[in-house]
T-cell receptor
């Protein structure tokens, strides 16, 4: 079984709709991250969480919110989706002891906002 | 500002050719450096990492990278590429304070022709 899973894997939604992307991990890691990937821009950090009570904004948090429901679950929400949020979204985890730069990624969610 | 730059956006090589992908970083203080690879349809996975010590690091699948502090570079190399190396390659960096905030380069798409 995959260590980091994301649901849904693909989603098409309309402008103005609320959507939630979910991430679960079985690695037992404390730290979880949400990134978006756009062609030519690489990955950009949206939010990150070092534990259930510690959530931080990343580089591009506007228009997004997150919830860390448990150590193993980290959800990303788009309260009112807009077309420029069309992207590939990745969740990742890391172990505090090993080094936060060594991250483990989920398979990604391809989101299209029409 | 912290940044990571990859100069080659799209590289096309024939099998058995040598590969070098450029990566330069701008980072205050001590830096940790990484190369991640994303094979078609798959999630990102760690190729290799540099935290300290020997500036020449070896990763999986015959890849290596050299940290040259004076040039702020961390170029990825492979002596002889295979068709299966076709993928997108991302250079990334974070500070040694272990905040977990990875900064990614724009990515380089490598296409290896059989």
């Amino acid at each position: 079984d995959a260590d980091v899973t994301q649901t849904p894997r693909n989603r098409i939604t309309k402008t103005g709709k609320r959507i939630m992307l979910e991430c679960s991990q079985t690695k037992g890691h404390d730290r979880m991250y949400w990134y978006r990937q756009d062609p030519g821009l690489g990955l950009r950090l949206i939010y990150y969480s070092f534990d259930v009570k510690d959530i931080n904004k990343g580089e591009i948090s506007d228009g997004y919110s997150v919830s860390r429901q448990a150590q193993a679950k980290f959800s990303l929400s788009l309260e009112s989706a807009i077309p420029n949020q069309t992207a590939l979204y990745f969740c990742a985890t890391s172990d505090r002891a090993v080094g936060a730069g060594e991250q483990y990624f989920g398979p990604g969610t391809r989101l299209t906002v029409t | 500002a912290q940044s990571v730059s990859q100069h080659n956006h799209h590289v096309i090589l024939s099998e058995a050719a040598s590969l070098e992908l450029g990566c330069n970083y701008s980072y205050g203080g001590t830096v940790n450096l990484f190369w991640y690879v994303q094979y078609p349809g798959q999630h990102l996975q760690l190729l290799l990492k540099y935290f300290s010590g020997d500036p020449l690091v070896k990763g999986i699948k015959g890849f290596e990278a050299e940290f040259i502090k004076s040039k702020f570079s961390f170029n990825l190399r492979k002596p002889s590429v295979q068709w299966s190396d076709t993928a997108e390659y991302f250079c990334a960096a974070n500070g040694s304070s272990n905040t977990g905030k990875l900064i990614f380069g724009q990515g380089t798409t490598l296409q290896v022709k059989p």
